[in-house]
């Protein structure tokens, strides 16, 4: 018997990965009511029309996949905890 798990309702998620450093740097604008965060090192992180993430902002940790729900059309910032870092943002949407 061949079973499949479906993971995403249709098509192929869309995402961006970010490369940080220790200064805010921004996605382009996210089309999507929920997306998921993942890192391999901690970041801070920021929503908005213009966000800046600063070490006030929340802390993703390190490999920890978070989804949050998110207003469409916005843009996430992040910045590394130390040195540089990739951060990926997935569009759960599809």
């Given at each position: 018997?061949d079973?499949?798990?479906?993971?995403y309702?249709?098509?192929?998620?869309?995402?961006?990965?970010?490369?940080?450093?220790?200064?805010?740097?921004?996605?382009?604008?996210?089309?999507?009511?929920?997306?998921?965060?993942?890192?391999?090192?901690?970041?801070?992180i920021?929503?908005?029309?213009?966000?800046?993430?600063?070490?006030?902002?929340?802390?993703?940790?390190?490999?920890?996949?978070?989804?949050?729900?998110?207003?469409?059309?916005?843009?996430?910032?992040?910045?590394?905890?130390?040195?540089?870092?990739?951060?990926?943002?997935?569009?759960?949407?599809v």
């Amino acid at each position: 018997m061949d079973k499949k798990i479906a993971l995403y309702r249709d098509g192929v998620p869309t995402f961006q990965t970010l490369s940080t450093t220790t200064t805010s740097a921004q996605s382009t604008a996210i089309d999507a009511d929920r997306i998921m965060i993942v890192t391999s090192d901690p970041h801070f992180i920021a929503f908005g029309s213009n966000p800046t993430a600063t070490t006030s902002s929340f802390v993703l940790p390190a490999d920890t996949p978070l989804q949050f729900h998110f207003v469409r059309g916005e843009k996430v910032a992040a910045r590394s905890h130390s040195g540089n870092g990739h951060l990926t943002i997935v569009d759960l949407d599809v």
